[in-house]
């Protein structure tokens, strides 16, 4: 089956302690993306890859790293978490089709994070 | 995008009724233009797109309208379902430009049965 899997789906964490977010896809997608999501303020991004080894910041990448050493895996490094970070996240996956990679953007079911 | 609010819009619409979600885009530069559906508990779902180069693009049930001189985008939904009830988003991006995407704000539609 075709998906994205995110890992943890739910984490309490404290502040200032050091976490991963794993995404992991199965469906050999060029383009990967983390997505947060706040009440009232939609999904903005934080990061993107458009292969391996490239990756750029999105609109919120304050606090957060993000790495591409496979095609398949994106995982989200929060170094020392605050509680503004607290949010709902999301990963995505996305092919290129004659350059147009937003074509059908796949995403995770999401990892609930609360950084106390 | 919609610019950044606290609430998010609500429409609610009877059940077999057309509705129609509005989203007003931010970027002239942006050529392409995505809606989302979102279930409760659930990641984003895409459900259609557009290029800059078209105003009007039909899928099942659905059709996205594109005005460009207005910077406006809509989704029209024909003959709801219950199903359809969730948080739709438009997204917008340049296709060939930045490889950012954009999201709205939401609306939620509920279906009333």
């Known amino acids: 089956e075709a998906q994205v899997t995110q890992n943890p789906r739910y984490l309490i964490t404290v502040t200032g302690k050091k976490l991963t977010v794993t995404c992991s896809q199965n469906?050999?997608?060029?383009?990967m993306s983390w997505y947060r999501q706040d009440p009232g303020l939609g999904l903005r991004q934080i990061y993107y890859?458009?292969?391996?080894?490239?990756?750029d910041k999105g609109d919120v990448p304050e606090g957060y790293k993000v790495s591409r050493k496979e095609k398949r895996n994106f995982p989200l490094i929060l170094e020392s978490p605050s509680p503004n970070q607290t949010s709902l996240y999301f990963c995505?996956?996305?092919?290129?089709?004659?350059?147009?990679?937003?074509?059908?953007?796949?995403f995770g079911p999401g990892t609930r994070l609360t950084v106390l | 995008g919609e610019s950044v609010g606290l609430h998010l819009p609500t429409l609610s619409v009877q059940e077999g009724d057309n509705s129609i979600i509005n989203c007003a885009y931010s970027?002239?530069?942006?050529?392409?233009f995505i809606w989302y559906k979102q279930e409760s508990g659930k990641g984003p779902q895409f459900i259609i797109d557009?290029?800059?180069?078209?105003d009007k693009r039909q899928g099942q049930r659905v059709t996205v309208l594109l005005n460009k001189t207005v910077k406006h985008l809509s989704l029209q939904i024909a003959a709801t379902q219950p199903g359809d009830s969730a948080v739709y988003f438009c997204?917008?991006?340049?296709?060939?430009?930045?490889?950012?995407?954009?999201f709205g704000t939401g609306t939620r539609l509920t279906i009333i049965p």
């Open positions: 970027n002239s530069a942006s050529d392409y």
């Open positions: 469906m050999n997608h060029e383009y």
């Open positions: 995505a996956s996305s092919s290129f089709l004659a350059g147009a990679f937003y074509n059908e953007q796949f």
């Open positions: 997204a917008e991006t340049q296709l060939f430009g930045n490889e950012k995407l954009t």
């Open positions: 557009i290029r800059s180069n078209m």
């Open positions: 890859s458009m292969n391996v080894e490239v990756t």
